[in-house]
């Protein structure tokens, strides 16, 4: 059973992450050969302030 970590910066709508949940699962039945239901998958959302790119907060761009 493939278990599967999205961590993204908060701001994506339900349905985005719906859409990317689609894709992945899709892929990891393509891909690993193991049925739909077996894919699970985790979306983490972190707050801008707890993100840093090149030294500076994601907040701060």
């Known amino acids: ?4 970590h999205v961590e993204l910066v908060e701001g994506r709508t339900k349905e985005q992450k719906k859409q990317l949940g689609e894709a992945i699962t899709k892929a990891a039945v ?3 050969k193991v049925p739909a239901d077996a894919v699970k ?3 983490v959302d972190m707050k801008k302030d ?7 907060l994601r907040s701060e761009r």
Do not use: R, S
Request: charged share 20%; hydrophobic share 60%; glycine share 12%.
């Open 50 to 56: 707890d993100y840093m790119e090149g030294g500076i």
């Open 1 to 4: 059973m493939p278990l599967i």
């Open 30 to 32: 393509e891909i690993v």
């Open 41 to 43: 998958i985790i979306f």
